[in-house]
């Protein structure tokens, strides 16, 4: 019964629709009037616990800002350019960055491989995607 309440109340705090919140909790008054009892206090008012009710707006505008600042920075170098060259060079900046990013991911899971050698044409090489049978001689 205890672990039925805390799935459900888990899923009342995961939802992000208020139609899905009542519905859970609902739900919750069903199975323990005593549990959804005690969310009906004014100090645990329900905006401060669920997903479903909190303020999807920016209260600090300096987190705005550094977004702001963080891109203007970025496309620097493009941004007297006309529009589609702009676009251009913003697309190749990203293209680049995205490279670079799976190339360090592919170079990281090589460190990770460690090679062991059997002695003939084979060798086994055990890395993050599991082991693997290399034949040399191919």
């Given amino acids: ?46 905006r401060t616990w669920t997903r479903a009710l909190f303020k999807t707006h920016s209260r600090c505008d300096m987190l705005l800002n550094n977004h702001c600042e963080s891109f203007n920075r970025y496309i620097l170098d493009a941004r007297d350019k006309a529009i589609i060259t702009l676009l251009k060079m913003i697309k190749n900046k990203l293209m680049k960055r995205l ?33 693997f049978i290399v034949d040399i001689q191919k």
Wanted: proline fraction near 6%; aromatic fraction near 8%.
């Fill in 1 to 46: 019964m205890q672990n039925q309440i805390m799935t459900i109340l888990m899923n009342c705090w995961r939802v992000v629709l208020i139609q899905k919140m009542r519905i859970c909790m609902e739900r919750l008054e069903q199975d323990d009037r005593e549990a959804r009892k005690w969310f009906d206090h004014s100090e645990k008012p329900f």
């Fill in 99 to 131: 490279f670079e990013k799976n190339l360090n991911q592919i170079r990281l899971e090589a460190a990770l491989c460690r090679p062991f050698f059997s002695g003939g044409p084979k060798v086994s090489v055990e890395g993050p995607r599991g082991p």
